[in-house]
């Protein structure tokens, strides 16, 4: 009645662990830790993005690495001093950000062309008003402006 998945990729001292998948009523519950960068992370991330489409899973998945956000989460949310300050699809946030912590966030991801142009983005705390609410600035796009 139970179904476990279990995938450990290792590289130096690091163990990367999918945990217990578990079949019943639909429920699923599944636990990943990622650390750095090892041969084995992509194929970690594609295993992901195959049992999310594979079991219709939804998880919440938290990373400091943007690329990776952008390619497996259909929606994001950016946290600023605890708080959520940004919330929208991937694609719009990160097409159109609104806040502008989520903007210098963005603009600290690196490029793999050094030689391509890009506007660094430091964050003016001053600029950060820590009281407005959430309201929508895209379909379904919501940031605290």
Not at 6 to 16: E, G, L, M
Not at 93 to 114: G, Q
Request: glycine share 6%; proline share 7%.
């Amino acid at each position: 009645a139970s179904r476990s998945i279990a995938t450990i990729c290792s590289s130096v001292n690091r163990v990367f662990f999918i945990g217990s998948l578990l079949g019943p009523g639909g429920r699923h519950s599944l636990k990943l830790q990622l650390v750095r960068t090892s041969p084995g992370r992509s194929q970690v991330i594609n295993l992901l993005t195959d049992l999310q489409q594979r079991l219709q899973l939804t998880y919440p998945f938290i990373a400091h690495d943007l690329r990776v956000v952008e390619h497996i989460c259909a929606r994001v949310a950016v946290m600023y001093l605890g708080r959520i300050v940004e919330i929208g699809p991937s694609a719009s946030l990160f097409a159109s950000p609104r806040h502008p912590y989520t903007r210098a966030l963005l603009s600290a991801i690196p490029v793999s062309d050094p030689d391509q142009p890009r506007a660094r983005v430091v964050l003016d705390p001053q600029l950060v008003n820590r009281d407005a609410s959430l309201r929508e600035v895209g379909t379904g796009h919501f940031a605290a402006v």
